[in-house]
């Protein structure tokens, strides 16, 4: 399946981007803890050189939570601070004030052996499309300062937002361009909602979520669609997952006219389905695959 996407807006956001993140001293960089690896774009690296860094696991309460565990594990062992979140809770947000300061310590340290007081941190949040960076601003801010909706490339406005006497925080989010030359990771970005579903082929696009989930989540899909046992058994669904989706139009009623199945139909509703968490909690990758 071929997955294309790298817009002109992209070109731009990366240039804004640049001139933003001289401003602050900490990049706080959001990935979809369904798939870390593939929302992340490895620019971030280059782009936030010599600036603190800490990594937000956002949509942790939509992933499996073995795996989320595996991931911090991942970027520990990278260097990196870790937090895993749901930025829709802001109960769920406590832990992140303090990994800022953690981030930042040494800077901190370093104004206090200068003499300089009271100069709150500065941070900016990055993330590719649909990660949640607008959430987590607003429910990190506690106010409606960030536009959200669930499509890619919705963030746009510059103000400094207090947080506390500590720490200030760009309202505008970096908005970082997916990355991408392996076909899988295509497919978990498009899966994830991070490029744009009308340059998708929907279809392919389910099935291949199906069969990945026949494999490594086969209760959560059973309980979802009761699709019958002789399906589920001997890894029939995960070599044949269009044989699932036939099933899942069946039981959905998923019709066109003349009764004919609508396989597209019932495509739009698996991964519905999947992104909306309805199909329980979901990685679709691990750090053991990606290596
Ligand atoms: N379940 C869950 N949903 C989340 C979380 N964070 C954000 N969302 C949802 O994900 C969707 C996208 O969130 P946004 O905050 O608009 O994402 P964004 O990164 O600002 O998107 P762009 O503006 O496209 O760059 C929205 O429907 C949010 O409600 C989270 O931690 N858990």
Request: aromatic letters at 6%; proline letters at 4%; glycine letters at 6%.
């Amino acid at each position: 399946m071929q997955v294309q996407w790298y817009p002109g807006h992209m070109t731009k956001a990366r240039r804004a981007m640049k001139e933003d993140i001289k401003l602050v001293d900490l990049v706080i960089e959001l990935l979809d803890a369904r798939a870390p690896l593939s929302s992340r774009n490895p620019d971030i690296d280059e782009l936030g050189r010599q600036k603190a860094r800490l990594i937000i696991l956002n949509k942790a309460d939509l992933a499996d939570e073995e795996a989320n565990r595996s991931w911090e594990l991942f970027f520990r062992e990278k260097g990196y601070l870790v937090v895993r979140a749901d930025s829709r809770s802001r109960g769920d947000l406590r832990p992140v004030q303090a990994a800022i300061l953690e981030a930042c310590r040494e800077k901190i340290e370093r104004d206090r052996r200068r003499g300089i007081k009271n100069r709150p941190v500065r941070a900016m949040v990055v993330g590719i499309p649909n990660v949640g960076k607008s959430t987590f601003i607003n429910s990190y801010a506690g106010r409606a300062c960030a536009k959200t909706g669930n499509k890619p490339g919705v963030t746009r406005g510059n103000q400094w937002i207090r947080l506390s006497k500590e720490v200030e925080l760009l309202d505008t989010p970096g908005i970082l361009w997916p990355k991408f030359e392996d076909e899988q990771v295509g497919i978990r970005l498009a899966l994830l909602g991070s490029v744009k579903d009308d340059i998708l082929n929907v279809e392919e696009l389910s099935l291949e979520l199906l069969s990945m989930a026949a494999s490594r989540y086969p209760e959560q899909l059973t309980k979802r669609y009761q699709l019958p046992e002789e399906l589920m058994s001997e890894g029939l669904l995960i070599k044949e997952p269009v044989r699932g989706l036939e099933e899942i139009a069946r039981l959905r009623s998923c019709l066109l006219k003349g009764n004919e199945l609508d396989y597209a139909k019932a495509a739009r509703l698996v991964i519905d389905d999947f992104r909306s968490g309805r199909l329980g909690r979901i990685t679709l990758e691990l750090p053991e695959q990606v290596q």
